[in-house]
Protein backbone atom coordinates (compact mmCIF):
# COMPACT_ATOMS: atom_id res chain seq x y z
CA UNK A 1 0.00 0.00 0.00
CA UNK A 2 0.97 3.41 -1.10
CA UNK A 3 1.57 5.35 2.91
CA UNK A 4 0.62 9.05 2.44
CA UNK A 5 2.08 10.84 5.52
CA UNK A 6 0.82 14.70 6.04
CA UNK A 7 2.51 17.63 8.58
CA UNK A 8 2.12 19.01 10.85
CA UNK A 9 -0.59 17.07 12.53
CA UNK A 10 -2.17 20.10 13.83
CA UNK A 11 -1.61 24.28 13.96
CA UNK A 12 -2.64 26.56 14.98
CA UNK A 13 -3.31 30.06 12.58
CA UNK A 14 -5.00 33.43 12.50
CA UNK A 15 -7.88 35.12 10.10
CA UNK A 16 -5.89 36.64 7.29
CA UNK A 17 -2.54 34.09 7.37
CA UNK A 18 -1.07 31.64 4.89
CA UNK A 19 -1.13 28.41 5.66
CA UNK A 20 0.36 25.06 4.43
CA UNK A 21 -0.23 21.43 4.56
CA UNK A 22 2.19 19.33 3.00
CA UNK A 23 1.79 15.20 2.07
CA UNK A 24 4.40 13.02 1.33
CA UNK A 25 3.66 9.95 -0.49
CA UNK A 26 5.78 6.65 0.10
CA UNK A 27 6.63 6.41 -3.59
CA UNK A 28 5.80 8.61 -6.90
CA UNK A 29 2.12 8.59 -7.55
CA UNK A 30 2.66 11.25 -10.20
CA UNK A 31 -0.43 13.72 -10.11
CA UNK A 32 -2.65 11.42 -8.70
CA UNK A 33 -3.50 13.50 -5.10
CA UNK A 34 -6.38 15.00 -4.23
CA UNK A 35 -7.37 17.49 -1.38
CA UNK A 36 -10.52 17.04 0.90
CA UNK A 37 -11.91 19.34 3.73
CA UNK A 38 -13.87 18.32 6.56
CA UNK A 39 -15.69 19.99 9.06
CA UNK A 40 -17.02 18.31 12.40
CA UNK A 41 -20.15 16.22 12.08
CA UNK A 42 -19.78 16.73 8.28
CA UNK A 43 -18.74 14.60 5.51
CA UNK A 44 -15.09 15.48 2.97
CA UNK A 45 -15.20 17.85 1.04
CA UNK A 46 -13.51 17.71 -1.98
CA UNK A 47 -10.94 21.10 -2.86
CA UNK A 48 -8.51 19.95 -4.98
CA UNK A 49 -7.68 17.03 -7.25
CA UNK A 50 -5.05 16.32 -9.78
CA UNK A 51 -2.79 17.74 -7.33
CA UNK A 52 -3.24 21.21 -8.69
CA UNK A 53 -6.98 21.23 -10.10
CA UNK A 54 -9.48 23.41 -7.55
CA UNK A 55 -12.65 21.36 -7.66
CA UNK A 56 -15.93 23.88 -8.80
CA UNK A 57 -17.15 26.01 -6.08
CA UNK A 58 -13.96 25.87 -4.12
CA UNK A 59 -12.82 29.61 -3.28
CA UNK A 60 -9.79 30.66 -5.24
CA UNK A 61 -7.57 31.49 -1.59
CA UNK A 62 -7.38 27.61 -1.94
CA UNK A 63 -4.48 26.15 -3.94
CA UNK A 64 -2.29 22.78 -4.47
CA UNK A 65 1.15 21.93 -5.49
CA UNK A 66 3.50 19.13 -6.42
CA UNK A 67 4.14 15.81 -8.21
CA UNK A 68 5.63 12.52 -7.44
CA UNK A 69 5.82 12.32 -3.89
CA UNK A 70 5.89 15.91 -1.88
CA UNK A 71 2.20 17.97 -2.28
CA UNK A 72 1.32 21.00 -0.97
CA UNK A 73 -2.08 22.42 0.18
CA UNK A 74 -1.53 25.87 0.54
CA UNK A 75 -4.83 28.60 1.73
CA UNK A 76 -3.75 32.16 0.52
CA UNK A 77 -5.36 33.59 3.61
CA UNK A 78 -7.08 31.77 6.01
CA UNK A 79 -10.98 32.73 6.49
CA UNK A 80 -13.28 31.79 9.25
CA UNK A 81 -14.94 28.73 7.55
CA UNK A 82 -11.71 27.50 6.66
CA UNK A 83 -11.39 25.88 10.20
CA UNK A 84 -11.15 22.38 9.88
CA UNK A 85 -9.32 18.77 9.43
CA UNK A 86 -7.72 18.48 5.96
CA UNK A 87 -6.55 15.31 4.28
CA UNK A 88 -4.84 13.95 1.27
CA UNK A 89 -5.63 11.17 -0.53
CA UNK A 90 -3.53 9.38 -2.92
CA UNK A 91 -5.89 7.67 -6.25
CA UNK A 92 -2.59 6.39 -8.22
CA UNK A 93 -3.27 2.78 -7.66
CA UNK A 94 -5.52 0.66 -5.29
CA UNK A 95 -5.79 0.83 -2.19
CA UNK A 96 -6.97 4.35 -2.38
CA UNK A 97 -5.13 5.64 1.14
CA UNK A 98 -5.26 9.00 2.66
CA UNK A 99 -3.48 11.25 5.17
CA UNK A 100 -3.81 11.26 8.48
CA UNK A 101 -5.23 14.69 8.72
CA UNK A 102 -4.44 18.19 9.79
CA UNK A 103 -6.34 19.69 12.03
CA UNK A 104 -6.42 23.93 11.14
CA UNK A 105 -7.46 25.36 14.51
CA UNK A 106 -7.78 28.85 15.64
CA UNK A 107 -5.02 30.63 17.19
CA UNK B 1 -27.56 17.94 -8.38
CA UNK B 2 -26.12 14.13 -7.48
CA UNK B 3 -26.88 13.62 -3.89
CA UNK B 4 -26.11 9.96 -2.47
CA UNK B 5 -28.12 8.91 1.05
CA UNK B 6 -26.79 5.70 3.30
CA UNK B 7 -29.52 3.95 5.28
CA UNK B 8 -29.29 0.97 7.40
CA UNK B 9 -28.96 -0.20 10.97
CA UNK B 10 -26.86 2.34 13.79
CA UNK B 11 -26.39 -0.82 15.61
CA UNK B 12 -24.29 -4.26 14.54
CA UNK B 13 -23.98 -7.35 17.44
CA UNK B 14 -20.59 -8.36 17.48
CA UNK B 15 -19.79 -11.44 14.42
CA UNK B 16 -23.05 -10.56 12.34
CA UNK B 17 -23.25 -8.56 9.12
CA UNK B 18 -23.22 -4.85 8.79
CA UNK B 19 -25.54 -3.48 5.77
CA UNK B 20 -26.08 -0.36 4.56
CA UNK B 21 -27.05 0.97 1.13
CA UNK B 22 -26.42 4.07 -0.53
CA UNK B 23 -29.13 5.46 -2.90
CA UNK B 24 -28.25 7.70 -5.46
CA UNK B 25 -30.22 10.54 -7.15
CA UNK B 26 -29.46 13.03 -10.10
CA UNK B 27 -27.15 10.92 -11.60
CA UNK B 28 -27.55 7.39 -13.49
CA UNK B 29 -25.58 4.99 -11.76
CA UNK B 30 -26.29 2.49 -14.43
CA UNK B 31 -24.65 5.56 -17.76
CA UNK B 32 -22.06 6.51 -15.43
CA UNK B 33 -18.33 6.25 -16.74
CA UNK B 34 -17.51 6.28 -12.59
CA UNK B 35 -17.34 4.35 -9.63
CA UNK B 36 -19.20 4.21 -6.33
CA UNK B 37 -17.65 4.00 -3.33
CA UNK B 38 -17.48 3.18 0.44
CA UNK B 39 -15.15 5.12 2.63
CA UNK B 40 -15.52 4.84 6.54
CA UNK B 41 -14.23 7.07 9.57
CA UNK B 42 -13.78 5.85 12.98
CA UNK B 43 -14.53 7.77 15.60
CA UNK B 44 -12.23 10.65 16.19
CA UNK B 45 -9.98 9.07 13.57
CA UNK B 46 -9.15 9.47 9.86
CA UNK B 47 -10.59 7.94 6.74
CA UNK B 48 -10.44 4.59 5.04
CA UNK B 49 -11.36 3.70 2.12
CA UNK B 50 -13.61 0.31 1.86
CA UNK B 51 -14.46 -0.51 -1.68
CA UNK B 52 -16.14 0.50 -5.23
CA UNK B 53 -17.91 -0.35 -7.85
CA UNK B 54 -18.53 0.41 -11.27
CA UNK B 55 -22.07 -0.52 -12.43
CA UNK B 56 -20.86 -3.42 -14.33
CA UNK B 57 -20.67 -5.14 -11.41
CA UNK B 58 -16.45 -4.62 -11.25
CA UNK B 59 -15.24 -4.20 -7.86
CA UNK B 60 -12.47 -3.32 -5.77
CA UNK B 61 -11.57 -3.87 -2.35
CA UNK B 62 -9.08 -2.60 0.19
CA UNK B 63 -7.07 -5.62 0.63
CA UNK B 64 -7.34 -5.05 4.44
CA UNK B 65 -11.25 -5.75 4.63
CA UNK B 66 -11.42 -7.88 1.32
CA UNK B 67 -12.05 -10.99 2.87
CA UNK B 68 -14.77 -9.53 4.60
CA UNK B 69 -16.76 -6.77 2.65
CA UNK B 70 -18.83 -7.32 -0.50
CA UNK B 71 -19.68 -4.30 -2.37
CA UNK B 72 -23.49 -4.80 -5.27
CA UNK B 73 -25.29 -2.59 -7.07
CA UNK B 74 -28.70 -2.58 -8.14
CA UNK B 75 -29.26 0.13 -11.50
CA UNK B 76 -33.02 -0.59 -11.31
CA UNK B 77 -32.96 1.11 -7.96
CA UNK B 78 -30.34 3.06 -8.42
CA UNK B 79 -28.39 1.78 -5.36
CA UNK B 80 -25.26 0.18 -4.34
CA UNK B 81 -24.69 -2.02 -1.23
CA UNK B 82 -21.83 -2.63 1.61
CA UNK B 83 -21.54 -5.94 3.30
CA UNK B 84 -19.06 -6.34 6.00
CA UNK B 85 -19.36 -9.84 8.18
CA UNK B 86 -17.85 -10.89 11.23
CA UNK B 87 -17.74 -7.68 12.48
CA UNK B 88 -16.18 -6.10 15.55
CA UNK B 89 -15.64 -3.39 17.72
CA UNK B 90 -13.10 -2.41 15.56
CA UNK B 91 -15.46 -1.46 12.58
CA UNK B 92 -17.51 1.16 14.43
CA UNK B 93 -17.29 4.26 12.26
CA UNK B 94 -19.47 6.22 10.08
CA UNK B 95 -19.74 4.69 7.12
CA UNK B 96 -20.00 7.13 3.97
CA UNK B 97 -20.98 6.15 0.18
CA UNK B 98 -19.75 8.23 -2.43
CA UNK B 99 -18.71 8.84 -6.16
CA UNK B 100 -15.45 7.77 -7.24
CA UNK B 101 -14.78 9.98 -10.34
CA UNK B 102 -13.28 8.14 -13.17
CA UNK B 103 -11.64 11.13 -15.61
CA UNK B 104 -10.69 8.77 -18.54
CA UNK B 105 -7.14 10.03 -19.50
CA UNK B 106 -6.59 12.18 -16.85
CA UNK B 107 -5.47 12.74 -12.64
CA UNK B 108 -8.38 13.10 -12.12
CA UNK B 109 -9.87 10.23 -10.05
CA UNK B 110 -11.26 11.58 -6.45
CA UNK B 111 -14.23 11.31 -4.59
CA UNK B 112 -16.19 14.13 -5.08
CA UNK B 113 -19.76 13.82 -4.26
CA UNK B 114 -20.49 12.06 -0.57
CA UNK B 115 -23.61 11.06 1.13
CA UNK B 116 -23.67 12.40 4.71
CA UNK B 117 -22.58 9.35 6.73
CA UNK B 118 -24.02 6.84 9.18
CA UNK B 119 -23.15 5.73 12.50
CA UNK B 120 -22.55 2.32 12.59
CA UNK B 121 -21.97 0.81 16.22
CA UNK B 122 -20.53 -2.76 16.83
CA UNK B 123 -22.01 -4.02 20.23
CA UNK B 124 -23.40 -6.54 21.97
Known amino acids: DIQMTQSPSSLSASVGDRVTITCRASQSISRYLNWYQQKPGKAPKLLIY???SLQSGVPSRFSGSGSGTDFTLTISSLQPEDFATYYC?????????FGQGTKVEIK | QLQLQESGPGLVKPSETLSLICTVS??????????WGWIRQPPGKGLEWIGSIHHSGSTYYNPSLKSRVTISVDTSKSQFSLKLNSVTAADTALYYC????????????????WGQGTLVTVSS
Open chain 2, 98 to 113: ARDYYGSGTYYQAFDY
Open chain 1, 50 to 52: AAS
Open chain 1, 89 to 97: QQSYSPPRT
Open chain 2, 26 to 35: GDSISSSIHY
